[in-house]
């Protein structure tokens, strides 16, 4: 099955393989490929790979990379046993309950198989059942002929980053995501261990100074990348520690870089429970927090907001009148979108992205009317008592 590369979820063979599966039934493909080593027209340079590898890993940076924490219940310094939500660290010892899992994503794995040449990849389905699909991986070194197979179970339930799609869409991309996991982990251990290490760590230090550049426009961005995917924004500034976006410091940086890597960890297929135990752990507090017998709510009537001293209107206007021949910079915008923030909540945007779609919006110019239309539509709603949700 030689460059078998599947794209639909679905069993390979006739209507009466279908049939087994959807009783419940499995299907087994068994073969025995046998490769060869075969003269190249251009042999392969390593240092040359290597050196080409280091630069992709530093130009890509925060792609190249991700993290999952795992949380054990029992302590392995102490062996103390935690009941309930798992904490960072354990309460009798101090020592960390979290340990976190950091592998190179599927766009390095990629990287990797193209500036390694000479070689390729075959991916087929091995087996599939009602629950799950098992992915078949062979990297191929056609230089030396060495094939490395490799299996992956992709379970059909996991929706991961998926939840907000249909059923047939999601089913899709689940099967996709099972498909780059088994080709991901199949190269990236064919490959030498130390090159991967190495080259996550020269991602990882230059999403490092990236962040660093500009704390607050990363978390601002972050946070976006996280909330599109089911993180509310309450759980981030939970994580970071601040009550605002506008808060983030170059003492947050650390914990900016946890959070990128666990969102490009959802590009991987992981899913967001998984990621963001949190979640659930702030859940729990709010329901225990209820009291036995809630007291009847007495409605009550909406505040008038107060006016702002100045609006991000306001500010755009005054820059407009500033001698800028190249129309409002990056910069310009960046700082209104904080203001904004900071007098509607962080996640104003989102609010009205259904009356002002703003992620589609490229230009400077368009953001900026965009700016001030939410402003009219915030003035608007306050003075007739609501608040878009």
Not at 69 to 93: H, L, S
Not at 355 to 360: C, E, N
Request: proline share 5%; charged share 30%; net charge negative.
């Amino acid at each position: 099955m030689s460059g078998n590369f599947p794209n639909r979820p679905r069993a390979q063979g006739s209507d009466l393989g279908e049939n087994v599966i959807r009783e419940g039934g499995k299907l087994v493909k068994t073969e025995t490929p046998v490769f060869t080593a075969i003269e190249v027209a251009k042999p392969r340079n390593f240092e040359r790979f290597v050196e080409k590898v280091k630069e992709e890993a530093r130009l890509g940076g925060e792609t190249m990379a991700y993290k999952i924490p795992f949380r054990t219940r029992t302590c392995p310094a102490c062996g103390n046993k935690v009941d309930g939500a798992i904490p960072e660290k354990c309460p009798k010892c101090k020592e960390p309950l979290v340990t976190n899992a950091i592998g190179g994503s599927i766009a390095l794995a990629q990287v990797m198989v193209r500036n390694y040449g000479n070689c390729t990849y075959l991916i087929d389905v091995d087996e599939e059942d009602s629950l799950h699909w098992q992915f078949k991986a062979t990297f191929v070194d056609l230089e030396s002929g060495a094939a490395m197979p490799r299996l992956f179970r992709q379970n059909k339930k996991n929706r991961g980053g998926t939840q907000s799609m249909k059923d047939e869409r999601a089913e899709d991309m689940i099967f996709q995501i099972g498909q780059s996991k088994a080709i991901r982990n199949t190269v990236l251990r064919a490959m030498p261990k130390w090159l991967e290490e190495e080259c996550i760590a020269i991602a990882l230090d230059q999403t490092r100074a990236k962040i660093s550049h500009d704390p607050k426009l990363a978390a601002r961005k972050i946070s976006q990348g996280l909330q599109k995917v089911g993180v509310p924004m309450n759980i981030i500034l939970s994580i970071l520690g601040v009550e605002s976006l506008v808060k983030v410091e170059l003492a947050h940086v650390d914990i900016l870089l946890d959070l990128n890597s666990r969102w490009i960890a959802t590009g991987e297929g992981e899913t967001v429970s998984d990621l963001f135990p949190e979640i659930e752990e702030a859940k729990a507090a709010a329901e225990a927090a209820k009291p036995k017998t809630e007291a009847p709510k007495t409605e009550e009537k909406p505040k008038k907001a107060a006016a702002p001293k100045e609006s991000a209107a306001d500010l755009l206007d005054k820059m407009a009148g500033e001698e800028k021949p190249a129309g409002p910079s990056a910069d310009d915008v960046d700082k209104a979108v904080l203001i904004l923030q900071e007098q509607h909540g962080d996640d104003v945007l989102t609010r009205y992205e259904f009356a002002v779609p703003w992620a589609k919006v490229s230009s400077n110019e368009k953001k900026i009317e965009r700016i001030k239309i939410i402003e009219g539509m915030i003035e608007e709603d306050a003075a007739k008592g609501r608040v878009a949700e």
